[in-house]
Structure formats: C-alpha cells, structure tokens
C-alpha cells in the first residue's frame, strides 16, 4: 500500500498521484511477455527466484539474467 500522504489528486508541487498497480501495469506493457511473466512473479506474486525458475522450468541463473533484462528495460522506461 501507498503511504497515506500519496494518496491525494495532487501534491504541493502539481505531481499527479497515480494508482501504483495502474502504473505497474503500464510500465510493464514495455516488457516483453516473458520478462512481463518473471517480473509479475517476483514483484506482484512474491515468488523468490528459485521458485520462478522451477515453475517456469529455467535455471536460476537464466531468470537471474531475465531480471537483469527486466531491471535495464525498466530503468531504460523510468528514465525517459
């Protein structure tokens, strides 16, 4: 959850709030449906890594290097 004071339209400085799952969402369509799935289990479902690689069939290190994918992209998304 969002710490109460995010939760308002705008703050003093004219930011717009917005829902955090609403953002997550949108910021993750700049994935792609693989790194979406990984990111989505380690971040929204709080599966560990080990338990992403096994339900997805991959080796740890292979989501390891997905999530390092995912982390660029993201920052990549963020920064613009």
Not at 32 to 54: F, H
Request: with cysteine.
């Amino acid at each position: 959850p969002l710490p109460p004071e995010w939760d308002r339209p705008d703050d003093e400085l004219g930011y717009q709030w917005v829902d955090s799952r609403d953002y997550l969402d949108q910021v993750f369509t700049q994935l792609t449906e693989p790194q979406r799935c990984i990111a989505k289990a380690l971040y929204l479902e709080g599966l560990s890594i080990q338990e992403i690689a096994d339900r997805d069939g991959m080796t740890r290190n292979a989501v390891d290097q997905a999530l390092f994918r995912v982390h660029r992209r993201l920052r990549d998304v963020l920064d613009a």
